[in-house]
C-alpha cells in the first residue's frame, strides 16, 4: 500500500473544477490487486481505458463485443464519482484481424464503420464525458496518415464521419481528435490545426483536441506550446493533456527524477489554465507501456513500481495547491 500523504490530487484538482486522470491497465484493474484500485479512486478524478475500449479488445471476432472490462471500469468510475474518458473509436493500431484481414467494399467498411462507433457510444450514452473519436490520423510528417486501415478504406472523409455518428450516438459526449507529438509548433501540430479548422468550418460536432503529451528526459512548457493552445482555443476548442508520461532512461537518477518532477509540474501549471484535464498514460511504473516499447527507457510516472510516490508526485501534488489567488480564480471561472 502506498503510504503517500494526503492531500490527494483529486482533493486538490476538485475546488478548481479540473480534472487529474490516470489510463488503467486491465490486467491490473481486473486482478486481485487491491492497491491498485485503491489508489486510482483516491488520486484520480477522471480514468481511461489503456486499451479495453479499443476495437481490437472489445470485438475479437465479427460483430461480437465483449464488455466485461469496459463495463467494470465504467462502473468502478460512477461508483467513486470519477468520469471517463472514451479512447479510442478510430485508430489504425489495434484493431480486430476480422476486419484487417478480409476483403471488403468501401460501402462494406463504411458500414462497419459506422456500426462500431454507433454500437459502442450508444452502450456508453450519457456515461462518457469525453470521446477520441480518432487517434493519430496525421502523420509525423504532416500529411494524412496513409498506412491507416480507414484511410485506404475510405480516405480522409473518414475523419469527419466519425464525429458525426459518435454524435448522433450520444449528442452529449465531448468529442476530441487525439495525437501526440502536436503539442508545441511544428509541421505535425500545425497539419492538426489544419484539420481540426476545417473540420469545424464543416460543421463537423468536435468539441477538443488531445495532447498525448509521451514526453522525455527535460521536457518543459515553451512558447509554441501556449501558441499552439492560444490557435486551437480560438477555434472554441477545448484542450487536454490525454496521456502523459515522461520517460527516463534507465535506472532512473535522483537527478533524473527531479528533473521529470519539474516536468510534471510545468505540464499541470500550464493544463490549469489552458486545458479541462491532464490525464496519465497510468500511474506506475510497474504497468508502463514504455519499457516493452522504448527498451531502455522507463520510470515514467509519478508513482514506482512499489506504489510509492516519486518527486513527480509530489511536484504534481503542489502544481494543484498552486498559489491561493490562483485557486480563487480558477473557482471563479
Ligand atoms: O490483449 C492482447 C492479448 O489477448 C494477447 O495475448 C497479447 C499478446 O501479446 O496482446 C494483448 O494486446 C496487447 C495490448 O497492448 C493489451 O495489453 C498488444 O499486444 C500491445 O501491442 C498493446 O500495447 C498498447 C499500445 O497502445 C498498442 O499500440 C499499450 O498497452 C498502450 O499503452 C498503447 O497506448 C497508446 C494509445 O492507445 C494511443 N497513444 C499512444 C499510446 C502508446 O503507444
Redesign the pocket.
Known amino acids: 500500500m502506498s503510504t503517500n500523504p494526503s492531500p490527494h490530487l483529486r482533493d486538490l484538482a476538485a475546488p478548481r473544477n479540473f480534472f487529474i486522470g490516470a ?1 488503467v ?3 491490473a484493474f481486473s486482478g486481485d490487486e487491491s492497491d491498485y484500485r485503491d489508489l486510482l479512486q483516491r488520486e484520480f478524478n477522471v480514468l481511461v481505458a ?2 479495453m475500449m ?1 476495437f ?2 472489445l470485438s ?1 471476432t465479427p460483430n461480437t463485443y465483449d464488455w466485461t472490462h469496459s463495463d467494470a471500469l465504467v462502473d468502478f468510475a460512477a461508483q467513486h464519482g470519477m468520469k471517463v474518458r472514451g ?2 473509436l478510430v ?1 489504425h ?2 484493431l480486430p484481424k476480422w476486419v484487417t484481414s478480409s476483403q471488403w467494399t468501401t460501402h462494406d467498411v463504411q458500414t462497419l464503420l459506422e456500426q462500431h462507433i454507433k454500437t459502442v457510444v450508444g452502450r456508453y450514452r450519457g456515461r462518457i464525458w469525453a470521446w477520441d473519436v480518432v ?2 490520423a496525421i502523420a509525423d510528417s504532416g500529411g494524412y496518415r496513409t498506412d491507416s486501415f480507414w484511410y485506404q478504406q475510405l480516405g480522409p472523409e473518414y475523419i469527419a464521419l466519425a464525429f458525426r455518428w459518435a454524435h448522433e450516438a450520444d449528442p452529449n459526449a465531448i468529442l476530441y481528435y ?1 495525437d ?1 507529438e502536436a503539442e508545441a509548433l511544428n509541421p505535425k501540430s500545425d497539419a492538426v490545426y489544419a484539420l481540426v479548422c476545417d473540420l469545424k468550418q464543416s460543421g463537423v460536432p468536435i468539441h477538443g483536441v488531445g495532447w ?1 503529451m ?1 514526453v522525455g528526459e527535460g521536457w518543459r512548457v515553451s512558447d509554441g506550446h501556449h501558441q499552439n493552445a492560444a490557435r486551437l482555443r480560438e477555434l472554441g476548442l477545448e484542450l487536454a493533456m490525454t ?1 502523459m508520461d515522461v520517460r527516463c532512461q534507465t535506472p532512473a537518477t535522483a537527478a533524473q527524477l527531479e528533473s521529470q518532477a519539474t516536468s510534471y509540474r510545468e505540464a499541470v501549471e500550464f493544463a490549469l489554465a489552458t486545458c479541462s484535464a491532464l490525464v496519465l ?2 500511474f506506475t511504473d510497474k504497468y ?2 514504455i519499457p ?2 522504448r527498451p531502455g527507457y522507463g520510470a515514467a510516472l509519478p508513482f514506482d513500481a512499489a506504489y510509492q510516490p516519486k518527486p513527480a508526485y509530489y511536484a504534481i501534488q503542489q502544481a494543484l495547491v498552486g498559489t491561493d489567488e490562483a485557486a480563487q480564480a480558477q473557482a471563479k471561472d
Do not use: I, L, M
Open positions: 489510463a491497465h486491465t490486467g489503456e486499451n479499443k481490437g479488445e475479437r479512447h479510442t485508430w493500431q489495434q487517434n493519430e487525439n501526440y498525448q509521451h496521456e498514460w497510468g508502463s507501456w516493452r516499447f
